[in-house]
């Protein structure tokens, strides 16, 4: 039995977020989603016999995300699945996208929403857990809304690490993981998508009162002390 926890409702707190929108989304795509009716797949993900758990991890850049993913998972026996890692993993598989994934990757823009959809949702429906962090994803509305018409469900909760910009570029830049988009001319097209694109989705379920805001600047042991409270008192398992 799951019940949300009216005590936490402290910790949300309304996100500032930037009108601007670079057309970086595919319109056409948007357009059809808007439009239409949402129609959930029978028998996918939101099945009866899934009905996962899904935590949607938000935040910029060199916010924390995957490093609290890791202790959620270590703690909670959360399923990671950060959808950078899963365009990474189409790049070095080979696979018919992975030319067009890296040019996008290396220009900090958003792959088509379909695309990564369907790599979280293989995911999701080829594991035994039920408890999914889907780490770095929607990173724009039309990604929120792809997944919400190809899954056929929205998020319970969605944490948002909220960390000061030179705070992040100064993390990105130190943690020397080999990425092509680990430079400083990446990042600041990345922090620019991100406030134009990503935040919007994140004002998006803080009217529905589905985010955690978190304050990302501390170390990995003190932001935790946010985090694990969320997951202890929001869920009486
Ligand atoms: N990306 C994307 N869609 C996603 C997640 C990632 O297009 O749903 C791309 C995007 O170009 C992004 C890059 O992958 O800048 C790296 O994403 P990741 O979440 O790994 O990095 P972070 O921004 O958290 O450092
Ligand atoms: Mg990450």
């Known amino acids: 039995m799951w019940r949300r926890v009216a005590s936490l409702s402290h910790i949300l707190s309304p996100s500032k977020s930037s009108a601007l929108h670079q057309g970086i989304c595919r319109r056409t795509v948007w357009e059809a989603f808007t439009t239409d009716i949402m129609h959930p797949a029978i028998g996918g993900v939101a099945s009866e016999e899934k009905n996962p758990l899904i935590t949607f991890v938000l935040g910029g850049p060199g916010s924390g995300k995957g490093t609290q993913c890791a202790k959620i998972v270590e703690t909670f026996g959360y399923k990671h699945l950060s959808a950078g890692d899963l365009l990474r993993k189409e790049i070095s598989s080979n696979s018919e996208n992975g030319a067009m994934i890296l040019d996008t990757i290396k220009e900090g823009k958003i792959v088509p929403s379909e695309m990564t959809v369907k790599l979280i949702q293989k995911e999701i429906e080829s594991s035994d857990n039920h408890k999914f962090l889907i780490d770095g994803f929607p990173r724009c509305e039309e990604n929120r809304i792809a997944f919400e018409q190809i899954i056929g469900m929205e998020p319970n909760i969605v944490l948002f690490f909220d960390c000061p910009e030179d705070e992040m570029v100064k993390r990105v830049l130190s943690r020397n993981e080999g990425r092509v988009d680990d430079n400083i001319d990446t990042i600041k097209k990345r922090l620019k998508v991100f406030a ?29 002390k946010q985090v694990h409270p969320i997951f202890t008192e929001l869920f009486v398992k």
């Open 196 to 224: 134009a694109l990503n935040l919007p989705v994140i004002k998006h379920y803080t009217e529905k009162g589905k985010v955690y805001k978190i304050n990302g600047v501390g170390t990995a042991d003190e932001i935790f």
